[in-house]
C-alpha cells in the first residue's frame, strides 16, 4: 500500500539536501528512485522538510538505511531527521490514481 513519509530536518541546510542528492544521483530531470512515487522538499524555518510517496514504507526505509543515512554526516546534517509514515487515500502525479 502506499506511504506518504515526512521527513523534517531540523537545523539542515537546503544546500545539504542538494548534496546529498547529488550523492545519491537523484537530479532535476533524472530517475526517481525505484519505487518513489512522488517527491517534494521545502524550507521550513529551522530546517528543510521532505515529503514522498513510497509503493511502501517497507520501500522507503530500506532506501533511507542503504542509502541516505550513510550521508548524514558527511554533508553536515547535525542529527536524523524526524520521520512520519501516513496512510495514502489518494495521489496525483502524472494522473489519477485511487488507492
Given amino acids: 500500500m502506499a506511504v506518504a513519509v515526512q521527513l ?38 529551522d530546517g528543510f522538510r521532505v515529503v514522498d510517496v513510497w509503493e511502501s514504507q517497507e520501500a522507503f526505509e530500506t532506501f533511507e538505511r542503504d542509502k541516505l543515512s550513510p550521508i548524514y554526516a558527511e554533508v553536515g546534517i547535525p542529527h536524523p531527521p524526524e520521520i512520519r509514515f501516513l496512510e495514502i487515500h489518494n495521489y496525483l502525479a502524472g494522473g489519477r490514481w485511487r488507492m
Wanted: proline share 11%; glycine share 10%.
Fill in 8 to 45: 523534517d530536518f531540523q537545523g539542515a541546510t537546503l544546500e545539504q539536501y542538494d548534496d546529498i542528492n547529488e550523492r545519491i544521483g537523484l537530479l532535476p530531470g533524472g530517475p526517481p528512485s525505484p519505487q518513489e512515487l512522488f517527491h517534494w522538499v521545502a524550507k521550513t524555518d
